[in-house]
């Protein structure tokens, strides 16, 4: 990025940062997740260090926390608070070990590092002030002087009035007579509030007033003048740290220690902080644990990892704002924040016309994303979305990328509207958009892009299997005039894939092996790889165990295996054997003398699919197709199952635990064979559970539902095995 517009772009993102943590630290609401506020903050930091001359003193960068909003009492802290720097690989904790071993100038230093949950609440240092009273054994008596929000980090709000009604902070704790007695002491920790009492909250609040996270509704808690209000509401706190005289003074060596003495007086901490003597481990923990987050009783967002050692924490000290020693592990963002640097029309094979986002590269969900699904004309119009605009981004399903929403307070002032087009960008066809649908399609079945979605649908894993007939290849072979259609790949020769680039023997050799084998291959796998609108893998199942199809007992040609070794030159065994079959010729018959009653009574069959196959039947291109794949000598092969009574048509099963003697893909068949279908989630509608060994929530939900529970023993009684 060049300098002027650097300085553009930095002035935007301290604006919006500064607006986003008022909105979030002082009003406690935000229309924005954390995750977003922290890409934000994440994009200053890379500008202002390759721009190190334009950062400034009042930059979000420079500063911890927030300013304070005057309703509540200003305290300064006895200690400048700090804020942690965050990583989010292990790439990135290795590179701040090394950092650290170069600070302390030894090259042998063992390290071990203590790691605690990083709990997602409202940071606040309770101030205990030394009392005249001694105990019997002169043990010291410290009284709770004061609360104190983290505010700007020098200063925050007094908030003793609310921290006093949670339970578990002790109001007065005892310090051996053997350690040393400041007049007062500062311990840090986080307050929050369990997922639990959130949703005990919100239920006695109008929609609007609802608390979005347990984050906001501890922080809006804390900040109630009426501390009747936050002593009705379930609060809590882990303590984590002291100043450092103050923890010297304790003789507390260790991050560990201090966690055990925090203890000791009674002070509530997470008993879940663990010790590592390396980085590997620490990464292993952090895995494990982002996989049982959501179980837990209150939210994180990563770990904090410390140097256990407290000397060689003070050998490495802070910089401005941040201890040397101390990182946040952050789990991989839920959201994110990008540019969108373009967009542009993807065509798919049925033409559908889907505007997809070029971004500039970011990390989402744990993956590098420079793409994101726009979804169609009215999302574009409705998200308001520009070139040049910062998005939030979230992947759909855990999988698919999409644009969720624009933060227009970033748009640079020469952004404009994305106008939709009215022609198909590849071959100029006007588009359609059907009555009812939000998508916008290209009507012309040669379009470039649809020709190759076809044949690539086609060849894929789930459909005809076909290896080495990739992308690129399908794109280089239409582009020198070899296929037009799915059908053609199977006319291809050696002469014609030899004069390709990089096609040398073997690999064409491959890819004709791979060919033959595909002419013979399941129905169900066949009507998927049609690419027939509507129908996915799941339908084309269906279809092909519950449609009555002309069987024949056809004798084919198969291929010897040739493995990795093709040869165009050497003799390959073909033999002849006998397969129950299904001609192309028969599936066109009985496709086109379907009746919509036929089809309209099949579980699981909608409208949409009825309306797509008597669609695609009635075209004669797509009958052209049929006859062309048979031509080629490609057959469907009838599916084992399907001529078995359909004792399960109607009921829905779900599967949870481990089987004694079935995998879960084998009983799946089993139910599906006989008209069954399978769900993932038990519902009032499943008929049957089939619970194995250690079976979770799924059983309990059952129970819960009074659904019937089976074992496999039960399971094969009814199906006769």
């Not at 926390?65 to 990135?92: I, M, N, Q, Y």
Request: hydrophobic share 40%; charged share 30%.
């Amino acid at each position: 990025m060049e300098k002027k517009a650097a300085v553009a772009r930095i002035e935007k993102l301290r604006k919006e940062i500064w607006r986003l943590n008022h909105a979030y630290f002082i009003e406690n609401k935000t229309d924005v997740s954390e995750d977003v506020r922290d890409a934000l903050k994440q994009e200053l930091i890379k500008l202002e260090k390759e721009f190190p001359d334009l950062v400034t003193a009042d930059s979000p960068t420079q500063r911890v926390g927030a300013a304070l909003d005057g309703r509540l009492p200003k305290v300064a802290h006895l200690s400048a608070k700090e804020s942690l720097s965050d990583s989010f690989s292990l790439e990135e904790l290795e590179d701040w070990k090394e950092q650290m071993v170069r600070a302390l100038g030894k090259d042998d230093v063992k390290m071990v590092f203590e790691c605690e949950e990083k709990i997602d609440g409202l940071n606040i240092s309770l101030v205990y002030q030394r009392s005249d009273q001694r105990s019997a054994i002169s043990d010291q008596l410290y009284r709770l002087k004061r609360a104190v929000t983290r505010g700007n980090g020098i200063e925050g709000e007094d908030v003793t009035h609310t921290i006093r009604t949670i339970e578990t902070i002790p109001l007065t704790v005892t310090i051996p007579s053997k350690l040393e007695h400041p007049d007062e002491f500062e311990v840090n920790g986080e307050v929050y509030m369990p997922k639990a009492a959130l949703v005990k909250i919100n239920k006695g609040l109008l929609e609007a007033e609802q608390f979005a996270n347990p984050r906001n509704a501890a922080a809006g808690t804390v900040r109630q003048l009426d501390p009747s209000i936050a002593a009705k509401r379930d609060l809590r706190m882990f303590c984590y740290g002291l100043e450092r005289e103050t923890a010297d003074g304790f003789k507390v060596k260790t991050q560990e220690d201090l966690m055990l003495f925090l203890g000791s007086l009674h002070l509530p901490i997470n008993m879940h902080f663990k010790t590592f003597d390396s980085l590997s481990k620490v990464h292993k923990y952090f895995e494990e644990l982002g996989k049982k987050r959501d179980a837990l009783a209150y939210d994180i967002d990563g770990i904090v990892i410390k140097v256990n050692d407290r000397r060689m924490q003070h050998d490495l000290g802070s910089t401005a704002k941040a201890p040397r020693w101390a990182r946040a592990y952050k789990f991989p963002a839920e959201q994110k924040t990008a540019q969108i640097l373009d967009i542009q029309l993807q065509i798919g094979r049925t033409g559908a016309i889907t505007p997809v986002a070029h971004l500039s590269p970011t990390q989402l969900a744990g993956t590098t994303v420079t793409r994101a699904t726009l979804h169609n004309a009215d999302e574009i119009e409705r998200l308001d979305v520009r070139i040049g605009d910062t998005v939030i981004l979230q992947k759909a399903g855990d999988i698919i990328p999409e644009v969720v929403k624009v933060l227009k307070n970033l748009r640079p002032k020469n952004a404009k509207p994305f106008h939709y087009p009215q022609h198909c960008p590849s071959c100029g066809t006007k588009l359609v958009r059907p009555e009812g649908e939000a998508v916008h399609r290209c009507p012309n079945p040669t379009c470039g892009p649809v020709r190759l979605e076809r044949i690539a649908h086609m060849a894929s894993r789930y459909a005809f299997n076909i290896e080495g007939l990739g992308f690129e290849t399908i794109e280089l072979l239409i582009q020198e005039g070899l296929v037009s259609d799915p059908a053609d790949v199977f006319f291809l020769t050696d002469e014609d894939l030899l004069t390709l680039p990089l096609f040398k023997e073997k690999k064409t050799g491959n890819l004709l092996a791979s060919l033959e084998k595909a002419k013979h291959m399941p129905l169900n796998r066949f009507l998927f790889g049609l690419g027939i609108r509507h129908i996915g893998s799941e339908t084309a199942d269906v279809l092909a165990r519950c449609i009555e199809w002309p069987v024949k007992k056809l004798t084919v040609e198969e291929q010897g295996d040739i493995g990795a070794q093709a040869s165009l030159f050497g003799s390959t065994e073909r033999k002849k054997i006998s397969v129950q079959g299904i001609t192309m010729s028969d599936i066109e018959k009985t496709l086109l003398h379907l009746k919509r009653e036929e089809l309209d009574a099949i579980d699981g069959i909608g409208d949409a699919v009825i309306e797509s196959i008597l669609e695609w039947i009635s075209n004669k291109d797509n009958r052209a197709l049929l006859e062309k794949f048979e031509h080629a000598g490609v057959l469907a092969l009838h599916m084992e199952g399907s001529s078995l009574k359909q004792i399960f048509t109607g009921k829905t099963f779900v599967l949870t635990g481990t089987l004694p003697l079935l995998s879960r893909d084998e009983a799946k068949a089993m139910i599906k064979d006989r008209g069954g279908k399978v769900s993932s989630s038990v519902s009032k509608k499943t008929d049957y559970v089939l619970a194995g060994e250690e079976a979770g929530s799924k059983l309990e939900e059952a129970k819960k539902l009074n659904r019937p529970i089976i074992d496999e023993k039960e399971f094969r009684r009814m199906i006769g095995v």
